[in-house]
């Protein structure tokens, strides 16, 4: 897949596909995307790879999720998550009054989350391949 023929409709979540904390995060988010906002692709993916060659991100330097919508700037670490969130129903709204924080105390936690995914949360020796009932959520 090109970067041309990405869905333009979508918002594209770049995950960790080797992170158990990233995999359990996107079930989480294809659970509560109950207006199919979201699509998804490994970092490690072909189509990851070229997404973020394409927004000029250090591959090396990576070190957390990113929200990619066509026309608009990305988004990365806390201020992507936040914007993940506030796309679901129910209490999540309450999510949006985080915003008060500041970002730089908000990536602070992310990047310790980040930092420590591993240890915590383990880590896979490959990406995770979807099941059928979720394969259309995914970017191969």
Known sequence: ME???LPK???IILFDGLCNLCDASVQFIIKHDKKDVFRFAAQQSEIGQKIINHIGID???LDGIILYESDK???YKAKAVLKIVTEFDGFWVLFKLSRILPFFLLDAVYN???KNRYKWYG???VCMIPTKD???K???
């Open 138 to 140: 995914f970017l191969l």
């Open 73 to 75: 700037p990305y988004c």
């Open 123 to 125: 880590k896979k020796e």
């Open 134 to 136: 979720i394969q259309e």
């Open 9 to 11: 409709d979508k918002k």
């Open 59 to 61: 591959a090396l330097k």
């Open 3 to 5: 970067i041309s023929a």
């Open 112 to 114: 310790y989350m980040a």
